[in-house]
């Protein structure tokens, strides 16, 4: 299983290297995707840290703490690291965060915030709550699993 620290740095090198501004609020979304992709194609977690319903979309509240500071600004990656930091994730996790950057690498935060926010896990999870009322429930990895092998079959 994948660390999410080097999930979000992995995507942070990927925006670096291919010159695309990563936020903090389209890393989040980027690591929900992952992750609902991953559950599909694996049926098991890519990482295990919890996502909750927050009200700018999903939101790993482990990589909140980490990327808080940056607000809104772009993510810079540490050039202390050099690729052997990913090491810890295998052939089969880089194959879905490669597959995830390049359908949605190039969309802002914003333009992810409103995808997400118009699927069913993060919808679900937020059932009762005012659009600006905070939460801390958690999307749970099965609502993510069924809604997105569905959606995926759908477009096959």
Known sequence: MAEIKDVARYFIKKGKDG??????????????????????????????????????????????????????????????????EFDGLGEAEKDVLDKIFVAYGRLSGGQLEILTHNDEPWKTARVGLKPWENSNREISTKSIFEFYTKKYRATK
């Open 19 to 84: 010159h695309i501004v990563i936020t903090h609020l389209k890393l989040q979304k980027l690591v929900y995707y992952a992750q609902a992709l991953y559950l599909v194609i694996y049926r098991q977690p890519l990482f295990s840290n919890k996502i909750e319903a927050w009200v700018h979309g999903p939101v790993c509240p482990d990589l909140y703490r980490n990327y808080k500071y940056n607000s809104w600004d772009s993510l810079i990656f540490n050039e202390k690291y050099d690729n052997s």
